[in-house]
């Protein structure tokens, strides 16, 4: 199993990696936006963690992105500013959205539902 | 010219009367013509000529010189008289003629200055009445542009409060951003080194920090909370949400000593709402209440639905009621202003009772507040059943 963790904070990066990587999941992390849309189109993935608020491209256009290449990509938002807008947007999305701050558990829980048996 | 008002009888009748009167007067005197018959005949063609005017001057004067040649001089009861005599008569009847021409004209000259003198005052009178009238509508004209100040004045700080209102939600958004993304690390590394081997110390020191980092979470979720937009809408129950509430806030009555008391309606119709926002309104008020109970009072929690006589549509009617220090008279109008506080430094921000408006706004609600210094205030609060949802919008920024 390969998840890209794409958000513009390092720390929190390391974080979530450190906590999939213990459950037996292969994490690869990048800060910059383009970067994780670029490793996307060499590289595959089964999931993708993706923060909204980034300062090249925001999460959601990112999601459009990846879906333009594989319409069954599996991508989970992460956003600590989930108001009604980004919401609705993740709805339409079908992108489930975490809020942060959230649980290692309650991230493991989502990630593993995503990924399937 | 002056024409004079008075009928002709009357000032003809003056002149007979005035002679006859003469007459009379001059009668009582000793028979022979001395010039005190002359001066009474003279005194009535002066009454005559005053208020009868020129004609009956005339006419007294004629009398006069008649009755003096007749009665008084010789030879008696005749008008036979001697040159002297008729001389005297002459001079007397050209001096009466004279005084009785100038005594009319002087008549005249005082008449027409009465009657300048009343048209004057007339028009004095009604230049006034102008003058009132022109005052009057000037008083309206001020009052006003007062009120369309006093509107214009309104809008601006309206318009101010919504400008603040969005600047603080702009910056509410950021300060959340920014920090809940570190935070979240600090607490998902925190809750990782729990899971290791550690002493019993570091376990105690680890959970220091855990609480600490909740709390810095929880502050943030607060400040997003008051100003975030309402993400749902659901039938609520107000009575439930009340219960709810007092449950949550039971450890803050009990360390203040607060009594709470409850009046619930039996059967309370459903609001269409957001449950989250609503309890943050209850929370809000709630907690101003405690605020201004000091050393122990009561809180007076009441939920009913409106009358026609509340003048509402239909909706459910909550009052929260303290026994607090009140609000002074001076600062209940600015109550809802944006960090407008009674709170001593450090504990209000003056941003509570906004929120509360902004919230009742977005259901089509209303709040009303009274208060009476030293002695508690009563929050009321409608919120309609039937057309919240329609109105359940907020600005987007805020």
Redesign the interface.
């Known amino acids: 199993m390969r998840v890209l963790v794409v ?1 513009d ?1 390092e ?2 990066c ?2 979530l990696a ?2 999939l990587q ?1 459950k037996g999941i292969h994490v690869e992390w990048t800060t910059d936006g383009l970067e994780g849309y670029e490793s996307s189109l060499y590289e595959l993935y089964d999931l993708f963690i993706l ?1 909204q ?1 980034m300062p090249l491209i925001l999460g959601t256009e990112l999601v459009m992105e990846l879906r333009k290449d594989n319409p069954k990509a599996k991508i989970i938002l992460t ?3 989930a ?3 980004l ?1 609705n947007l993740s709805r339409v999305l079908c992108v489930p959205l975490l809020s ?5 558990n309650r991230l493991v829980q989502l990630v593993e539902a995503a990924l399937g048996p | 010219m002056l024409v004079d008002s008075r009928p002709a009888f009357l000032r003809y009748g003056i002149a007979l009367a005035s002679v006859a009167a003469a007459l009379w007067l001059a009668s009582l005197l000793p028979a022979r013509a001395d010039p005190s018959h002359f001066t009474l005949f003279f005194a009535a063609v002066m009454i005559t000529a005053w208020y009868g005017g020129l004609g009956p001057g005339l006419l007294a004067t004629v009398l006069s010189a008649l009755s003096l040649d007749y009665y008084f001089l010789a030879p008696i009861h005749s008008i036979m008289i001697d040159w002297r005599a008729f001389l005297r008569l002459s001079v007397f009847t050209v001096i009466a003629l004279i005084t009785s021409y100038l005594t009319t004209a002087r008549r005249r000259a005082e008449d027409a200055l009465n009657k300048a003198h009343a048209e004057l005052e007339e028009r004095v009178r009604e230049r006034t009445v102008e003058l009132a009238k022109a005052n009057e509508s000037l008083r309206g004209e001020i009052a006003e542009r007062k009120r369309a100040e006093n509107e214009l004045w309104r809008l601006q700080r309206e318009m101010g409060r919504v400008e603040r209102l969005a600047a603080l939600g702009r910056i509410t ?1 950021t300060i ?10 600090v ?3 925190t ?2 080194l729990e899971q290791e081997n550690l002493s019993e110390g570091g376990r105690r020191r680890l959970s220091v920090i855990e609480t600490q980092v909740q709390r810095m ?1 929880g502050i943030i979720q607060q400040y ?1 909370s008051n100003t ?4 749902h809408k659901k039938q609520v129950d107000v009575n439930d949400l009340i219960e709810e509430t007092l449950l949550l806030l039971k450890p803050i009555f009990q360390q203040q000593g607060v009594q709470v008391r409850t009046d619930l309606a039996d059967s309370l119709p459903p609001i269409s709402g957001d449950d989250t926002s609503l309890q943050r309104l209850l929370i809000n008020l709630i907690d101003n209440a405690v605020d201004a109970i000091k050393d122990g009072g009561t809180l007076e929690i009441s939920s009913r639905v409106s009358h026609i006589s509340d003048g509402h549509g239909a909706g459910i009617i909550v009052e929260i009621a303290d026994s607090g220090v009140g609000i002074p008279a001076e600062l209940l109008p600015r109550i809802f202003d944006l960090f407008v506080t009674t709170k001593p430094p450090g504990k209000g921000t003056g941003f509570g009772l906004v929120v509360c408006q902004e919230i009742l706004k977005a259901h089509g609600g209303t709040i009303e507040i009274r208060s009476q210094l030293g002695e508690g205030t009563a929050v009321q609060i409608f919120l309609p059943t039937n057309d919240g949802a329609d109105r359940m919008s907020v600005p ?1 920024d805020i």
């Open positions: 958000d904070d720390t929190f390391q974080y450190e906590v213990g923060d608020r956003s600590a500013f108001d009604e807008a919401q942060k701050p959230f649980s290692a | 958004g959340a951003h920014d920090l809940g993304t570190p935070l979240n690390s607490l998902g590394y809750q990782l979470e997003l975030r937009r309402s993400p987007d």
